[in-house]
């Protein structure tokens, strides 16, 4: 709104009709229509269930957006920071949606799977050091045999020649 020379700025979206009068001046009057900034949340989409997990919010510009409702499966659970960022813990395995929701923004969500941690998924990797152990283990028994055999006689040692 335009008072008296002042620019006042409204903070709506969506269509906003603006009116100019003046006296002796006919009336002008337009509506115009005011976009939606679209949110995008990023964050990762496979989680391990109790484990908390960071997600950001940013604008169409890239730049961080302060209070954006974060939902899981519609339920609230926070607000974004003055960095766009929010701490997220999900307690249970399952497939989520996670959304950002902002008045006068495009709504974000992903799509997040998350499954209960335990031991089972380190048994490739615990294999993988079993193995590497063993082949360690191997090696230096290996060097320790080889060691004691060149022990057994000493460098230098001359036999007597029978003639």
Avoid at 95 to 107: R, T, V, W
């Amino acid at each position: 709104e335009i008072n008296n020379g002042e620019e006042v700025v409204a903070e709506k979206c969506g269509n906003l009709n603006l009116v100019a009068e003046k006296e002796y001046y006919e009336k002008a009057a337009k509506t115009i229509s005011v976009e939606n900034k679209k949110l995008n949340l990023t964050g990762k989409d496979k989680l391990n269930a109790k484990e908390i997990y960071k997600y950001i919010v940013r604008d169409e510009d890239g730049n961080p957006v302060e209070n954006v409702r974060i939902l899981i499966n519609s339920t609230f659970v926070g607000t974004t920071d003055i960095n766009g960022s929010v701490s997220v813990k999900i307690e249970n395995a399952g497939n989520y949606i996670i959304s950002a929701k902002k008045e006068c923004h495009d709504d974000s969500a992903l799509f997040v799977e998350v499954t209960e941690f335990s031991l089972m998924s380190l048994w490739p990797w615990l294999l993988l050091l079993l193995l590497l152990l063993l082949l360690l283990l191997f090696f230096l028994w290996r060097r320790s045999k080889k060691s004691q055999e060149s022990e057994g006689t000493p460098a230098g040692v001359m036999t007597p020649n029978k003639i």
